[in-house]
């Protein structure tokens, strides 16, 4: 098989690349410069998924980023490994056409306990006394020493958070290149997430982003330098473009006044118990899931959701067959927001009240997506935390804001124009500008077969 690279610039669309990337502005002059028409859920770990199968949600299972387990009654966001992909992935088909095909998976999401023989994604540590370390976890384990000792150690709080910067993206390239001089792999598949911070904390707002996109832009020119050098077949992507917004919606907000959550207090603080909830819904980007454990609500909630200014697409039963969301993962009703508007988890009414991981960077206790994650309330205060930290004090860095307005970019809905689109860039001659998201996997596929 034909040694193939697919880089996915996060966020990357048509509407950014210009004068402030020029490698890219140049680098599309010679290639075939297509759309991905955005698939629902547009978010990260969905598309992946259906980029890497060329299967639909109903299908792979993967129904966004995070959805309520029946089983556990609990809400699970972010969660890492890859048998929660149901079906075969590109690899598993490769491997058998061609024995000697290998795959480096490096930081695509669901990275964990596949059959990609070499792959590299977060992984902090949690120690007894309530630290989190920065750290990764490997196949094998042997390489994620390896890297971090060529590297240093993998900047976890630079690749999510109020710290986020460009040093995730060129740890993860870097790690990238010498994971491609020791093993040599057939398909390596890349995840640079810079664009994805800037964009949702600023929009399209160029006087804020022009420094990021030209990071960027020098990273990639920095890859496909290095795999043109290696023969490689190429493929640059995204899995979405990020839109403006400017209106949060707080549904379980709604769902609460209208007597549907169970709120528990703890310490004088307020949290969501989903389990006992007669319906709540978790939030994804433009996307929310609602789920019903009352079916005597059912009604209720409809008419609620039909009355919610802000809400574009309430996906019942039919609907979700319609746009490839009928899977058992998937909430009662999947609700796609308008173009300007986004959902929020919050749920409770005061915030004197909200729950303590509210305050921190905390993408696996909260029962929904918080992009405010990005944005610091306090320096002062986070400096205080950290000299805690350094001290070798507890400390609890509860420095998010708790302001949705913050937010100007997002995505998850299908409902975006043109240039909002997930790119394609490739030497592959494209029948159609506007590619389906479940074609890419064919497309990967022939690149690989050369």
Known sequence: MKKTV???????SSNLIGKHTPFLEQYIKDKNLGAIAPMLPAVTTSVQSTYLTGRQPTEHGVVGNGWYDHM???IKFWKQSNKLVLVEKIWDKAKKEDPNFTCA?????????SNADYSVTPRPNYLADGRKLPDCYSEPAELRDILQDKLGQFPLFQFWGPGANIKSSRWIADASMITEDLYNPTLTLIYLPHLDY???????????????LGEIDELVKDLVTFYEKKGANIIILSEYGIVPVSKPIHLNRIFRENGLLQIRVERGLELLDAGASKAFVVADHQVAHVYINDPTVTDQVKTILEKTPGIAMVLDKEGKKKYGMDHERAGDFVLVAEPANWFTYY???DDAKAPDYARCVDIHKKPGYDPVEMFMSSKPRAAYKLLRKKAGFRYV??????DATLIKGSHG???TPAEFHPVLITDQKLNNSNVQATEIHDLIWKALKG
């Open 6 to 12: 697919v880089i996915d610039v996060v966020g990357l």
């Open 72 to 74: 556990d009654s609990e």
């Open 105 to 113: 998976n490096m930081f695509w999401w669901y990275n964990m306990y």
């Open 198 to 212: 800037c964009l949702q904390k600023f929009g399209s707002d160029f006087d804020k982003i022009s420094k990021e």
């Open 347 to 349: 749920f409770w009414l």
């Open 397 to 402: 860095m509860d420095v998010i804001p708790l």
């Open 413 to 415: 809905s299908i409902n």
